[in-house]
């Protein structure tokens, strides 16, 4: 993993021998914010992410962790989970109309394209899983 960390605080909700399940809460920046309340910008979640711990270390269920990842490989999740759908759809929008003269029949094929990425993504979710790992790490008071 690279040098700079992208980290989350979290809770052990379910311990198996070779598996551990953290739930993180992923806030926006302005869920935090005094004025939330007040904004629909504001955004909670609540994510539960399996990691597999190191030989030897144990943790208990509701015990406090920190969820690590590589920042390198946060960046490259965005890349596969945004920027590249949203360069199909841009290329599908421009590219399309001349070709199929309706505005249905472009936004079927928009929708068709960006499924045939998520069911190509989908399929190698078993690499996607090896390459994208989490380490967690007991909170030190």
């Given at each position: 993993?690279?040098?700079?960390?992208v980290?989350?605080?979290?809770?052990?909700?379910?311990?198996?021998?070779?598996?551990?399940?953290?739930?993180?809460?992923?806030?926006?920046?302005?869920?935090t914010?005094?004025?939330?309340?007040a904004?629909?910008?504001?955004?909670?979640?609540?994510?539960?992410?399996?990691?597999?711990?190191?030989?030897?270390?144990?943790?208990?269920?509701?015990?406090?962790?920190?969820?690590?990842?590589?920042?390198?490989?946060?960046?490259?999740?965005?890349?596969?989970?945004?920027l590249?759908?949203?360069?199909?759809?841009?290329?599908?929008?421009?590219?399309l109309?001349?070709?199929?003269?309706?505005?249905?029949?472009?936004?079927l094929?928009?929708?068709?394209?960006?499924?045939?990425?998520?069911?190509?993504?989908?399929?190698?979710?078993?690499?996607?899983?090896?390459?994208?790992?989490?380490?967690i790490?007991?909170?030190?008071l």
């Amino acid at each position: 993993m690279g040098k700079v960390l992208v980290e989350h605080r979290g809770k052990v909700i379910e311990v198996l021998p070779h598996q551990v399940s953290v739930e993180i809460l992923q806030q926006s920046a302005c869920a935090t914010c005094h004025a939330k309340s007040a904004c629909m910008a504001s955004d909670q979640e609540v994510k539960v992410v399996q990691v597999e711990p190191e030989f030897g270390v144990t943790y208990d269920i509701g015990e406090e962790v920190k969820v690590l990842l590589s920042q390198i490989l946060g960046f490259k999740a965005v890349v596969f989970s945004y920027l590249i759908p949203l360069a199909i759809l841009m290329i599908l929008l421009l590219a399309l109309p001349p070709v199929l003269h309706s505005d249905l029949w472009v936004g079927l094929a928009c929708i068709g394209g960006i499924a045939l990425y998520y069911l190509v993504l989908w399929m190698f979710k078993n690499r996607l899983k090896k390459e994208f790992v989490f380490t967690i790490e007991k909170i030190r008071l």
